[in-house]
């Protein structure tokens, strides 16, 4: 995360490295499949979207209750494994919350921001009435 707040040089490195973990993937696996990636690198997604005109963002979202629990045992699951430490809860809590904040308004800005270009959905959402 922190995109937005990083140089422009900063943001194409981890465009260029994205871009090459996805060519790595689909010329292992690919064979001609769509490839899909589950990301949690919101503010990676405008620069995303010009990199690959023709791409599509699904936008999936989870009740709270269900999401901020799994995200916090992932998130210091991986914070343990890499720093050997994992923040107290009362340390924890407030930056996952933090996290989800600034996550929710970044995904939210995107899906909304009509002047990005993004297509609309065929069919409408989840097969609805074509008014999505």
Request: glycine share 10%.
């Amino acid at each position: 995360g922190g995109y937005s707040q990083m140089p422009e040089g900063e943001v194409a490195r981890a465009l260029v490295m994205y871009e090459r973990t996805l060519q790595k993937i689909l010329w292992r696996r690919g064979e001609g499949r769509t490839m899909l990636s589950k990301s949690h690198l919101i503010e990676l997604m405008p620069y995303l979207h010009r990199k690959f005109p023709d791409s599509r963002f699904v936008g999936i979202q989870r009740h709270p209750k269900d999401g901020i629990p799994s995200w916090y045992s992932l998130a210091q699951n991986a914070t343990k494994s890499l720093t050997l430490h994992a923040p107290g809860r009362a340390a924890a809590v407030p930056m996952h919350l933090e996290f989800w904040d600034n996550y929710f308004a970044a995904e939210s800005a995107f899906f909304a921001d009509a002047a990005n270009g993004l297509p609309r959905p065929r069919g409408g959402v989840l097969g609805g009435d074509g008014d999505a």
